[in-house]
């Protein structure tokens, strides 16, 4: 228990969107791609090699207003076995149908909680949103995102581009924000893994 309240290098919450535009098919490539980007060697490294050795990490599903999930909880990561456990449960996580609204901002308030209930301070703080639709529903993402912004977090992207084609100058307005953030793009979830693994190595450099 000790062990929980040690500082790490990374917390980072991977905020991945489930509504009803992500299909079965389609989530299944989210979790395996994100799968196999945590078992990337850069990955890996920059995960387990920085000041502390240790990262935090939880996943979490979204759609509409009131309508998130934690489908893996906060777990340290401070070894080789403990990160491919995290991988595996990322992998193994069961598809939830969620409502049909694409609701950032109320997924970003989920974001800011869980931030602030985890179990170890950490140097940085990060919110990894990835989807494909712009925010329709509940609170404006804009002013959740400052907020977190102000208070160090940053605030990272994956858009795929599918359904709008102008995504990232959606996120990079309303989500993105902090040090270093930034937002990448894939055509469709056949390219979520690729992506998935240059964005996490961008995270943990």
């Known amino acids: 228990m000790a062990d929980l309240v040690k500082p790490v290098d ?8 489930g509504s009803a535009s992500v299909t079965f098919e389609s989530f299944g490539l989210i979790a395996s791609g994100t ?5 990337d060697d850069v990955v890996r490294a ?17 759609s509409g207003p009131g309508d998130q999930e934690v489908l893996v909880e906060w777990t340290r990561l401070d070894s080789e076995a403990a990160l491919s456990a995290f991988a595996q449960a990322v992998e193994d996580v069961p598809r939830v149908v969620r409502a049909g609204t694409t609701a950032i901002g ?9 931030l602030a209930a985890a179990p170890a301070p950490s140097e940085r703080q990060v919110i990894d949103v990835a989807g494909d639709g712009r925010n329709n529903a509940g609170p404006e993402p804009g002013p959740v995102r400052d907020r977190l ?5 940053t605030l990272n992207g994956l858009c795929v581009l599918h359904e709008e084609p102008d995504l990232v100058e959606s ?3 309303e989500v993105v924000g902090g040090p270093g953030a930034f937002a990448l793009q894939c055509q469709d979830y056949a390219g979520f893994a690729e992506a998935m693994r240059q964005k996490l190595r961008n995270e943990v450099a």
């Open 10 to 17: 990374l917390a980072l919450v991977l905020a991945f969107d």
């Open 35 to 39: 799968a196999a980007a945590l078992r």
């Open 46 to 62: 920059g995960l387990l090699g920085g000041l502390h050795q240790a990262s935090l990490c939880t996943l979490m599903l979204w």
């Open 106 to 114: 109320a997924a970003l308030l989920v974001c800011e909680a869980l």
């Open 149 to 153: 912004v102000a208070a160090g977090v």
């Open 171 to 173: 996120y990079q307005r």
